[in-house]
């Protein structure tokens, strides 16, 4: 009988890329404002050593490996408003350009994986709200909302994602030049059926089988806690 045993791949990989920001904000009233943001892309090159280890066989082989790791560019788009003394409502509008991440190459000395992604851009709906409560303590809460970016044929399941709907509250303390903020966020990420996946490629590990599918429902939560000190000088 043919006995099977699992193997952990670890790729450790360090690199440099660049990209730029801009952004502008406009007065439209002293009540109104609006702004706008967009990040560029960045291409990564990243090199670095591989490992793969068994439980029950130890290291099973090393060598050397690279990838090149793409983050989209975003824009935003942003209104405020100053409904009164105390009440500020925003709304913006973030759109990430998913889908230039079409593909994961990696290459390494002991055989290469290809991983196709396929990605969709996406548009986050963010609403919010900030109630100053006092001279010195201001209150905020908000929500959002985001289609997940990942087509279900090529979904992995160990970058879980889901249509997210998020829920925030925070507070913030000012004190002459000093400013303290804290904050929490929980975010739901919906079900997700997966049908007909073709994404995971175990051809690395050394698996006879070049594709497998990760078929079934996923879904899951995110928590999230934030907290700021900052100084104005």
Excluded: C
């Amino acid at each position: 009988p043919s006995v099977y045993t699992w193997a952990d791949q670890k790729l450790e990989a360090n690199g440099n890329s660049y990209g730029f920001n801009f952004g502008l904000t406009y007065d439209l009233s002293d009540q109104v404002q609006m702004g706008f943001a967009y990040r560029s892309k960045t291409n990564t090159d990243l090199t670095g050593d591989i490992s793969l280890t068994s439980g029950t066989y130890g290291t099973l082989a090393t060598g050397t490996g690279s990838t090149e790791l793409h983050l989209p560019a975003t824009a935003a788009l942003g209104v405020s408003i100053k409904a009164d003394a105390r009440w500020t409502l925003n709304a913006d509008l973030d759109w990430t350009k998913w889908s230039d991440y079409d593909e994961l190459v990696i290459n390494t000395s002991l055989g290469n994986s290809v991983s196709p992604k396929n990605y969709d851009d996406t548009i986050t709906y963010r609403i919010g709200a900030q109630y100053q409560l006092n001279d010195v303590w201001a209150l905020r809460g908000g929500i959002l909302m985001e289609k997940t970016p990942i087509p279900e044929t090529t979904y992995d399941p160990r970058v879980s994602d889901g249509d997210r709907v998020g829920v925030s509250v925070g507070a913030g303390y000012t004190r002459d030049l000093w400013t303290f903020d804290v904050a929490y966020m929980f975010v739901n990420l919906d079900k997700y059926t997966v049908d007909q996946n073709v994404s995971f490629n175990p051809a690395l590990v050394g698996l006879t089988n070049p594709v497998q599918t990760v078929d079934g429902t996923y879904e899951g939560s995110i928590n999230l806690i934030g907290v700021s000190v900052g100084y104005r000088f």
